[in-house]
Each structure stands twice: as structure tokens, then as C-alpha cells.
């Protein structure tokens, strides 16, 4: 008798995408330009040049593949709002044409009895306010709290969960200290302050929403496990560095109103001292966390690699995937047992997870089979039901992401779509592990 995953009565089954990797059309209908635009059209920044001004054409096409999430019997669906399409100067002005794509998008969701998350900003800054500074501006704060204002006012109730970043990590890690997202800088001084000032505008539209919202308002953050790669005090160091960096830097703040400790430790004099009522904004009550987990790392003391002087140790044991991610399901579970360990049990959801491995550009005779993904998804499902047995307080799940789509900086290269995404022809194509996916779905997980 195979074992039976029975998931939670309201457990919510669904998929993710962000704004600039599946809408295209960044600049139509008024909309501003976002500081992935700019940098998608700045030589040397792209993987072979590609850029999000076609990508799935979801701009356009956004009615079918709503069909395309009820075909596959999807109960949720997570989407960013693009910043700039709706302020194309980020503050100020409303583009009613941009908010009125978001308002179709929404109805026609709900017409077809699939539930709505936001998330406000997933990384595409309006670029007329990183002119400004932007998440180096204190003022960024403000203005995230007046975007957010319109959305909640015009939106909120048809949404009835919304997510105000996107993984402020990767923002701040990518864009601010090494560089390789945009806005692109590299500066150890920066990424401090770009990082608090991502959780005062975190803070301050979570306040917006007290005042305007009625439903649920929570935070998406990255959590990539860390296991060190030996016993030795130099790697066990290195570990607890970086599983301060990366995984508590944000939940701390958010949960204590403190930072780790060990932040000071890596950045030095570029630590700043924070004041208190800096953090007495940031601690602003929530109603969940969406939690991104991919990979674990097993890291090892690497004095050379600068600032955190820790390197991963490459698991030769394990598949790895075409983003050179450990597929590693265990650390779903230890990530998820963690949070609710750390943080009291919190209402939890997956709000990514899911992998790139090689899908051919074109499918064959209207079919894409991709055996290593429904392996990772059917591993991975298993792993968060060996949470919820643990007694983690975990409501849903979306699979990153629902169709092939820009990678950032890498491009089109990278496809994580359960759906394929021919981009010569924009057709699409439910992969192999679309129609497992459903069938999950279908059976509220039985069929794992
Ligand atoms: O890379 C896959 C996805 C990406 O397409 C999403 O927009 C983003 O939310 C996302 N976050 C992660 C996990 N974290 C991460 C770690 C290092 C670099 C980039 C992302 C993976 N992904």
C-alpha cells in the first residue's frame, strides 16, 4: 500500500510568474520604464542580449493563459504588479490603462475560480525613481507606501492576499552588492542600506494595508538551507555567517525587530547603526510569509570570498540543475520545520519552488518531456507533507513558474515553466510535468 499524502482541506494548489519575465509590452499604454528595462538593454548585462520586451507576450495573451491555469485545475495564482505600468514615474501620476490591465487580469481570475496573490514588487523598479536613488533613497519608503495605496484601495478584496516584496535578498545581494541584477551596482557600503530600506517600505505598506486593507498582507522571502561542510570551526563559522546572511537577515527584523549579529561581522564599517524606530517599522505584524526554496548549500570558511568569506562545496551525490542548484528535497522540509522552529510556527506559503533543467525550444508533436522536473516536483511535494506532518503551518503552494520565461540576466536560456513557451511562435505547451502537476492537484496530493 503506497503511503497517502493527504494535504490540509484548504490547502491551496497553484503557480507563480513575475511581471517582467512574462508580460512583454513594458512601455505600452503609458506605462514607464523599470530598471529591468534599462538594464536589459545595456550591453554586456544580458545573457545573449535578450531582454523582456516580447517575453511570453503575457501583455497580451493574459486571457489564454488564464484558460490555461483552469485547464490545469490551478486554485492560485501569483503574479507581480509592474510598479512602472501602473506610476510610470513610481510616485505621483496613476496610469489608469496600467491599472486596468491588472483589474482584468484579477476578474477574469476569479470569474474562473482561481485566487489571486500579488506581489507588489518583484524587482522591475520604476526607473525614475532609482534616478531618484532608489532603495538607496529613505524616501523609497514613502513612495512604496503610496504605490501601494492605489493597489490596495483599487484592488484589494478581489485580492485577498498580497505579498509586498519579492525576496529582498536577491534584490540586495544581486543588485547592490555583487552586481549581477540590476540596478547592477557592486558596493559593499551600498547593500546595507538598500537591504533596511527594503524592509522600511516592506514596513510601511504593511502599515498602508492596516489602514485600507481588509484581507492578508505577508512577505516573500528566499530560504536556502546551510549545512557545513565540515565540523571544523572555521566551516562551522562560515555556515552560521551565511545562514545569517541569507536566511535570517530579513525574518529577524520582521519577527524580533533585530538584525543578526553576524551582519556587523560581515560588512564591518559598512554596517550602519539602525535606529530603533527604523526597526519598530520594519516589525510590523503579518498574516504570512511566502517562503522561495530551491536549493540547500553546504558551505565551507573561503577567506578569498569577499564579503562573507564562505564558498559552496559542490554535492557530487546529488543532481544538479541547469542553474547549478543541489536538487535537494530534504532541505525543504528543514527549511520549513525551521521557520516554524525560529519564528512560531507561522502561516506559511511556498510561494516558489521549482527548477530549471534542459527542455528543447520547440515541443514534438505537442509534447515536452521533462522526466527530471516531475521527479523534482513529486520529491519536493513529498518534502512539504513531511513538514505538514511535523506540524508546520503551511496553506499552499505555487510551483515556479507557470510558463518558460526570462531568467533575468540569463536570459531565455534557463526554462523553470511547467508550461513550455516556443518564443519564435509564443506557443505554448503543458509539459509532461504540467499534467503531472494537475493530477496532484486533482487528487489534493494523493496522487504524489
Ligand atoms: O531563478 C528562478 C526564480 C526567478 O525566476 C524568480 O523571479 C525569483 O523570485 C527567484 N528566486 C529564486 C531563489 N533565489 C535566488 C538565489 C540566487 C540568485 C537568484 C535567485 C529563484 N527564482
Redesign the pocket.
Known amino acids: 500500500m503506497s503511503k497517502q499524502y493527504r494535504f490540509p482541506e484548504n490547502f491551496l494548489w497553484g503557480s507563480a510568474t ?1 511581471a517582467y ?1 512574462i508580460e512583454g509590452s513594458p512601455l505600452a499604454d503609458g506605462a514607464g520604464p523599470s530598471i529591468w528595462q534599462r538594464f536589459a538593454h545595456t550591453p554586456g548585462r544580458m545573457l545573449n542580449d535578450d531582454n523582456g520586451d516580447v517575453a511570453c507576450d503575457h501583455y497580451n495573451r493574459w486571457r489564454d493563459d488564464v484558460g490555461l491555469m483552469k485547464q490545469l485545475g490551478m486554485q492560485g495564482y501569483r503574479f507581480s504588479v509592474s510598479w512602472s505600468r501602473v506610476m510610470p514615474e513610481g510616485r505621483g501620476r496613476v496610469n489608469p490603462k496600467g491599472l486596468d490591465f491588472y483589474e482584468r487580469l484579477v476578474d477574469t481570475l476569479l470569474e474562473n475560480g482561481i485566487q489571486p496573490t500579488a506581489t507588489l514588487f ?2 522591475d523598479l520604476p526607473a525614475a525613481l532609482d534616478d531618484r536613488g532608489g532603495w538607496l533613497n529613505p524616501d523609497i519608503a514613502d513612495w512604496f507606501g503610496e504605490y501601494s495605496e492605489v493597489m490596495y484601495k483599487r484592488l484589494d478584496g478581489r485580492i485577498k492576499r498580497w505579498a509586498t516584496l ?2 529582498p535578498w ?1 534584490v540586495t545581494d ?1 543588485g547592490y552588492l555583487h552586481g549581477a541584477l540590476a540596478p547592477g551596482h557592486r558596493n559593499r557600503f551600498e547593500a546595507p542600506i538598500a537591504s533596511h530600506n527594503l524592509l522600511r517600505a516592506h514596513g510601511k505598506s504593511v502599515q498602508v494595508y492596516r489602514a485600507v486593507g481588509k484581507h492578508e498582507v505577508g512577505l516573500v522571502v ?1 530560504i ?1 538551507p546551510k549545512y557545513p561542510a565540515s565540523q571544523s570551526p572555521e566551516d562551522l563559522a562560515a555556515t552560521r555567517r551565511a545562514e545569517a546572511y541569507m536566511n535570517r537577515q530579513y525574518l529577524d527584523p520582521v519577527f524580533f525587530g533585530t538584525y543578526p549579529e553576524e551582519l556587523r561581522e560581515i560588512f564591518g564599517e559598512a554596517w550602519p547603526e539602525w535606529p530603533q524606530a527604523d526597526m519598530d517599522l520594519i516589525r510590523q505584524p503579518l498574516d504570512f510569509i511566502g517562503v ?1 526554496y ?1 536549493t540547500r548549500n553546504v558551505a565551507r570558511h573561503d577567506e578569498a570570498n569577499w564579503p562573507l568569506k564562505v564558498s559552496p562545496v559542490r554535492q557530487t551525490q546529488h543532481t544538479y540543475t541547469e ?1 547549478g542548484w543541489e536538487v535537494f528535497p530534504q532541505g525543504l522540509t528543514d527549511t520549513l520545520t525551521w521557520v516554524k522552529e525560529r519564528y512560531g510556527n507561522p502561516k506559511v506559503f511556498i510561494t ?1 519552488n ?1 527548477a ?1 533543467f534542459f527542455d528543447p525550444p520547440k515541443a514534438e508533436r505537442g509534447r515536452v518531456r521533462d522526466p527530471l522536473r516531475v521527479s523534482y516536483l513529486r520529491q519536493h511535494l513529498r518534502a512539504v507533507h513531511k513538514a505538514i506532518e511535523a506540524g508546520c503551518d503551511i496553506q499552499g503552494y505555487y510551483v ?2 507557470l510558463l518558460d ?1 526570462l ?2 540576466s540569463l536570459g531565455y536560456s ?1 526554462r ?1 515553466g511547467i508550461v513550455h513557451v516556443d518564443f519564435e511562435t509564443q506557443t505554448r505547451t503543458p509539459k509532461d510535468s504540467a499534467r503531472y502537476y494537475a493530477s496532484v492537484v486533482a487528487s489534493h496530493g494523493e496522487a504524489l
Request: glycine residues 8%; without cysteine.
Open positions: 513575475a519575465q518583484h524587482w519579492n525576496e536577491v544581486g528566499n536556502e522561495n530551491y542553474t516558489e521549482g530549471a515556479w513558474s520565461n531568467e533575468w534557463k523553470f
